[in-house]
């Protein structure tokens, strides 16, 4: 008889290997074909709604790793929550606008700009966004990422813009929106303005220069005969000089050096000594900086006054303690300037070249008129020490190129009249992590308005007309019938239609009594565009609502979706848009480094897909501390798919052993089960409650880590290593064998289910394989509930501590088979030499051998009687030795019983009991 047929081995058709770049396209095929995302909202329709809001990733090139990050990880969020008691729809977006686009288009010449009108090219620019979302979609759902993929929000589509206009028009009619001339952060290279959002700081090397301009005025005060001192890391903008500001507050000296005499704040005459290399001077006269005010100086080039004004922001961190006020090409020069009636003297251009109003560096691209800038002031004797110097200077976050302070007319948001609404609303939102409440509390504290208006093609217009006398026109009139015209035919008619066309029929304004109307022809900063989605998306969307439950993003968006965000919220509707925001770390390479193409360390979430599947960079996320920056290499990754196997091999061993199990036919009641059993099914409630607990507070690495361990100690080395002898040797309707399918079943049925947001695929993969279930997808399931009734305290410490035991049993199992003492496990016999604790344990336990997959154990005697060479631990010793008698061929159990039975001397008693009775 061939014994092998009378086992019953796993059997299952779950595939051992994943080969998931294979097998996870075609998982999602079908769930295309079911329509999958619309099933759940069926499912979950009139459940309580969780809306967490997709900020818009931009729509250009291939997503990265960090686009990956983000969307897997509200992938988690959404898929949680709809099988948690919620209506969880997703909804992704894309934000379409801005100079990036222009850029690839007339990069290399593909497009001539100049040969086309504004709409002709603006047409170009949203079909190449178009082009650019559909890869991008395409690369997103590739990654396991459910939503509503065919309805996503666009920020160029007609209904978004028209929202959007509505937002503007609702602020400017609070008074939150005006015109005016000040200096704003100026990109060269984008020939725009920027807003602080789109400034980061790299280090640049400037000149560092000392000028002194030359009294002309003392006001009684000075002698007429001194020369201030100022200082300057930017000597592009001293043709832009108007004035000198001092501290009311300070003391000045003025310095006799040789035949000079110059004036300097007291508190940093020393350091200036030592700049200067002065080896002797005297302090002639000391003054407090208020007395100097109006007193007026020579512009070291040119024939004006430079005037001696007074300002707090001055201090003597470095310098002289004469501040350069140019107010063109400044804020705090700007502010202070206005207080002195001081004109906004700018004579650089929209491309960062001198104008006219620079007479002898016309032309010149500021940063290249610094070296025949200086020159002029050595010509003219005002130029006392040059050096150079590397410091901390704001660049275009897109070109990268250093950018300027530039004066020109441009449209703001107030936030200083809303500001604290802003603060107020920042304390009513919940943040993980919780510092970043404060980070944004303070940079709304401290922000200036926002300049929202850009001098490009590509973006939301402004919606502002002009009268005869150049006076902006924006009425609820004005504002809703623009927003009605978008919403029909798209923001493009601005650059197409005539003003008067895209004025409301028979539209008046005393500003224009001849009825001519000129129109606004800048764009909105495209964080306005992404900053107003709660309204554009939430608001107009009837599946959606706001505020959002969450907002979540890179950590970047503080300063830059999440303020936008806010400010427009708060000054449309008085709150905040979203009631929690979650942000992510930046990811880099394997050493922490910044991902590089020029390095070669960049991980391409399209190639791990190829290559490892996406269950595997989803499991990544999972496992690593997002919150903070994480860490990505093929070392990391391939640590991680050593993971997945684990989980994948316990899925099928499950699997392979339910093959007979009906369970609504062979379950085991609780309250028959064996205390082993019932121990797994405690822990496996206590697996339940902890991994939707760190679900409910966004902790993934916690999810991660208790199915890791559960499917690894608790199951594999443990549990399922004990049942194997059980479920392949006993007979099919044994209860002992019954009972494990039971507890395995519910294990299986609970692990799916709790690993499906995460590994999206493999328990969409798992779930048609479990007997008797009913839905289509695990994703149209409830997540698994805890049953209080299954615990028992008592139980849980007894195996608890028989896990610890069983730890020091196989520690020296494994020693002697090292010594060559034993082979495998269960040709060992043990003899155990408890305390009385554990003695009492043991002894309540019963089949040992099964416990310890051994041949043989016995209760040998006390733990102080163990033998000389017993394995000595803390509650038990333990001897090692080859156990008595023949190996059984059904079971492998080495025992002296093999031989006794004449029909099937091979056997020991038990399996030919088995055999003789079943087979």
């Known amino acids: 008889m061939d014994y092998k047929n009378t086992l019953l081995m796993p059997q299952t058709e779950f595939p051992m290997r994943g080969n998931l770049p294979a097998r996870e396209p075609q998982i999602q095929d079908k769930w295309n074909e079911m329509n999958i995302y619309e099933k759940v909202q069926e499912k979950t329709k009139g459940l309580p709604l969780y809306i967490l809001h997709d900020g818009p990733p931009y729509a250009n090139g291939d997503i990265h790793i960090g686009h990956a990050l ?41 497009v001539k700009r100049k040969e086309l009108t504004v709409a002709e090219f603006r047409k170009l620019c949203a079909d190449y966004a178009l082009e650019q979302v559909d890869r991008q979609r395409e690369q997103f759902k590739r990654l396991g990422v459910r939503g509503d993929w065919e309805n996503p929000y666009i920020t160029l589509h007609k209904e978004y813009e028209a929202q959007q206009i509505k937002v503007f028009g609702d602020m400017a009619k609070k008074g939150y929106i005006y015109k005016g001339k000040k200096p704003v952060y100026w990109s060269p290279s984008s020939e725009s303005a920027l807003a602080e959002a789109e400034i980061e700081y790299q280090d640049k090397r400037s000149p560092s220069i000392y000028v002194a301009f030359q009294v002309k005025d003392g006001k009684n005060v000075l002698a007429g005969d001194e020369k201030i001192i100022i200082w300057t890391t930017t000597p592009w903008t001293i043709p832009a000089n108007l004035a000198i500001c001092l501290h009311p507050e300070l003391e000045y000296s003025v310095v006799k050096v040789n035949e000079e005499k110059y004036v300097v704040a007291s508190g940093l005459l020393e ?22 005010e109006n007193v007026k100086a ?78 002029k002031l050595t010509e003219a004797g005002a130029l006392l020490k040059l050096s150079f110097m590397t410091h901390s200077y704001p660049h275009d976050w897109r070109t990268k190129k250093p950018v300027i302070f530039r004066a020109t007319a441009q449209w703001f948001a107030s936030i200083k009249d809303f500001r604290e609404q802003l603060l107020t609303s920042i304390k009513e939102v919940e943040w993980v992590p919780a510092w970043g409440e404060t980070r944004l509390f303070n940079m709304v504290r401290d922000r200036g308005d926002w300049c929202i208006s850009r001098q490009r093609a590509w973006g939301v217009p402004i919606p502002v007309f002009y009268g005869e006398d150049n006076e902006p026109i924006i009425t609820d009139e004005t504002i809703e019938h623009v927003s009605n015209l978008f919403r029909q ?14 004025l409301p029929p028979g539209f008046t304004s005393p500003q224009s009594p001849n009825g001519k109307f000129t129109k606004e022809t800048d764009i909105m900063d495209v964080w306005f565009d992404s900053g107003s989605s709660h309204q554009s998306v939430l608001v107009e969307r009837d599946d959606l609502q706001r505020p959002a439950d969450l907002y979540l993003e890179g950590s970047d968006q503080y300063r830059g979706w999440f303020n936008s965000s806010l400010s427009t919220s708060v000054a449309v509707s008085g709150k905040a848009p979203y009631k929690g925001v979650l942000s992510h770390g930046f990811v880099l390479d394997g050493e922490g480094r910044k991902m590089s193409k020029s390095i070669g360390n960049v991980i391409v979430p399209n190639n791990v897909m190829k290559q490892l599947g996406a269950d595997i960079l989803r499991l990544w996320v999972a496992s690593v501390d997002y919150q903070a920056d994480v860490r990505v290499s093929d070392d990391i990754l391939k640590q991680v798919a050593e993971v997945y196997r684990k989980i994948r091999n316990t899925f099928r061993f499950l699997l392979g052993n339910l093959h007979d199990f009906n369970p609504e036919t062979d379950r085991v009641a609780l309250n028959e089960l064996p205390q082993l059993d019932r121990y797994i099914l405690i822990k496996l409630n206590k697996l339940v409650k902890d991994v939707k607990d760190n679900y409910d507070h966004y902790q993934f690495a916690g999810v991660y880590n208790k199915i890791h361990n559960f499917c690894s100690i608790e199951l594999s080395s443990f549990y399922m290593d004990i049942a194997k002898d059980t479920l392949y040797i006993q007979h099919k309707n044994d209860p002992s064998r019954r009972s494990i399918q039971t507890v395995m079943y519910d294990v ?9 947001p995460i590994l999206s695929h493999t328990a969409d993969e798992v779930w048609p394989f479990i007997p008797g279930v009913n839905s289509d997808s695990v994703q149209l399931t409830d997540m698994p509930t805890e049953d209080t009734t299954i615990y028992e305290e008592a139980i849980e410490a007894k195996w608890d501590q028989v896990l610890e ?16 003492k034993i082979g495998k496990s269960l040709t060992a016999a043990i003899n155990l030499y408890p305390n009385d604790e554990v003695k009492q344990l043991l002894t309540s336990i019963g089949d040992l051998e099964k416990l310890f997959i051994v041949s043989k154990a016995v209760i040998a005697g006390e733990k102080e009687s163990a033998p000389e060479e017993a394995e000595h631990f803390e509650t038990i010793a333990i001897t090692v030795e080859k156990a008595p008698g023949e190996t059984c061929e059904r079971c492998w159990v080495v025992s002296e019983t093999v031989g006794k039975d004449e029909t099937h001397p091979t056997l020991c008693s038990s399996c030919a009991e088995i055999v003789k009775n079943h087979y």
């Open 70 to 110: 983000n969307k897997i990880l509200k992938d988690f969020i959404v898929r949680y929550k709809s099988m948690a008691g919620y209506q969880a729809p997703y909804v992704p977006g894309w934000d379409t606008h801005g100079l990036p686009i222009e850029t690839a288009l007339t990069k290399n010449g593909k």
């Open 271 to 292: 350091n200036l000594v030592k700049v200067f290399e002065w080896e002797s001077y005297e302090v002639v006269k000391k003054i407090k900086g208020a007395q100097l």
């Open 298 to 375: 020579a512009h070291p080039i040119y024939d004006r006054e430079s005037l001696v004004i007074l300002g707090d922001h001055v201090t003597l961190d470095a310098g002289t303690g004469c501040v350069h006020t140019a107010p063109g090409h400044g804020e705090d020069d700007f502010i202070v300037g206005q207080k002195y009636n001081l004109d906004v003297l700018c004579p650089v251009d929209d491309k960062g070249c001198f104008t006219n109003e620079a007479p002898g560096f016309e032309g010149l691209f500021y940063d290249e008129a610094n070296k025949p800038i200086t020159e």
């Open 489 to 502: 035919h798209g923001s493009n008619i601005w650059f197409e239609w005539d003003t008067n066309e895209l």
């Open 748 to 756: 299986l049925v609970a692990l799916t289910k709790l690993v499906s």
């Open 805 to 820: 035991l069983r730890d020091d049993v196989l520690k020296a199992l494994e020693n002697a088979r090292n010594a060559k």
